[in-house]
């Protein structure tokens, strides 16, 4: 498991990539998704996919970014571009912290463990996931999303809107 000073650092980014999505990084009881949390998108499972198995997949990433870090926490983006998207994944020590999906509703890879994909709407997240989840929408910072975090292990999916109200990205976060 990742020690306390990763974790946190995990949590400052995410809290800085995501801003207002919920108060502090926790979504309140009353909307947290019951059920069995989503731990797999693009064929990536956040617990058990490593990073050879992601390449074994998709083939040797388009790009590769190590992020400013402590000396004792190393925190590397990946990038792919696919035929028919792209994909993102933060690496931090050597856990899969983030996936992120974007690109064409054609794409069968790019979907959520449970089925959720580019191009569905919000009765397809509903119906897969439950009623329990924070819709936003800030028009002056072209912010229309919608996050679902899980009571028992608080991983959490965010799938980002067009102004169809269709999902044009899936990002999906291990616990912090």
């Known amino acids: 498991m990742m020690n306390l000073f990763c974790r946190n650092s995990v949590l400052v980014l995410l809290l800085l990539l995501f801003g207002t999505t919920c108060s502090a990084d926790h979504l309140p009881p ?6 069995r949390p989503e731990k797999k998108l693009a064929r990536i499972h956040l617990e058990h996919t490593k990073l050879a198995d992601v390449i074994r997949m998709y083939g040797k990433p388009s790009k590769v970014e190590k992020q400013p870090s402590p000396p004792d926490l190393v925190m590397t983006d990946y990038y792919w571009n696919l035929s028919k998207g792209r994909l993102h994944l933060l690496m931090v020590q050597n856990y ?3 996936v992120e ?3 064409s509703s054609k794409s069968g890879r790019l979907q959520t463990g449970s089925g959720l994909k580019i191009g569905d709407d919000l009765g397809d997240l509903k119906r897969i996931y439950g009623p329990r ?3 936003r929408n800030i028009p002056s910072l072209a912010i229309h999303d919608v996050m679902i975090q899980w009571r028992s292990q608080e991983f959490s999916l965010v799938a980002e809107l067009d102004t169809r109200d269709r999902i044009k990205k899936l990002s999906l976060f291990s616990p912090e």
Do not use: D, N, P, W
Request: glycine share 14%; hydrophobic share 40%; net charge neutral.
């Open 30 to 35: 009353e909307l947290q998704a019951r059920g």
């Open 96 to 98: 899969i912290s983030l």
């Open 101 to 103: 999906v974007e690109g």
């Open 133 to 135: 989840y924070k819709v």
